[in-house]
């Protein structure tokens, strides 16, 4: 966050220069290469502070662009997370499944999935439900999982745990109810949560 801040006026984000942007790419790219999970870290920081204000077919077209996994992973990720597809929050899911990366589009899934799962919208999370059950197991529906419970865990924790606990990948399955449950414990510490 800090280097993201050092590299831009915070406050005058939609004034960005191409020097600025060329700078931010190098950063990131030497992230990248180095450390990838700071490299997708540094991309998510730097994702938030410019897509307030812009379009979504522009924002779309520039986490496609992207050819690394990681950055386009992050950037989906920041994308459908800042709420530029509420309006249409299925057409968040649409758009992580044409992402040509299955890193990105498997973090677009589960931010996509969290967000149903909240009723954005007023979308019915039942109506997401009912997909998710006749969804083929696999890696796909793992994360869209994992988003669907993370998105349950203030308005349904025991429903939250419940969908966690149906991931096929049983690692996979460890991390996410281990985390929905530190969440539950966070958000509601009254309630114990059961990780069965």
Request: hydrophobic share 35%; glycine share 6%.
């Amino acid at each position: 966050s800090g280097l993201v801040d050092g590299l831009f006026d915070a406050k005058n984000v939609e004034k960005i220069d191409d020097i600025q942007l060329n700078h931010m790419s190098e950063v990131v790219d030497y992230f990248v290469e180095s450390d990838p999970l700071k490299g997708e870290s540094l991309m998510r920081e730097f994702t938030e502070r410019v897509i307030k204000n812009r379009d979504l077919e522009g924002l779309k077209k520039w986490v496609s662009e992207y050819e690394e996994p990681e950055l386009q992973a992050a950037t989906a990720q920041r994308v459908i997370e800042s709420g530029a597809f509420d309006e249409e929050p299925l057409e968040a899911v649409e758009f992580a499944n044409s992402l040509a990366s299955d890193k990105a589009k498997r973090t677009g899934l589960s931010s996509a999935y969290a967000r149903l799962a909240s009723g954005m919208n007023g979308h019915n999370p039942n109506l997401t439900a009912q997909e998710l059950n006749t969804m083929e197991n696999g890696a796909d529906r793992d994360f869209a999982l994992n988003g669907f419970a993370h998105g349950l865990v203030h308005s349904d924790p025991d429903a939250a745990l419940q969908w966690a606990n149906s991931i096929s990948n049983v690692n996979f399955r460890k991390v996410v109810t281990k985390n929905i449950s530190k969440r539950i414990k966070l958000e509601r510490p009254e309630k114990k949560p059961d990780q069965q």
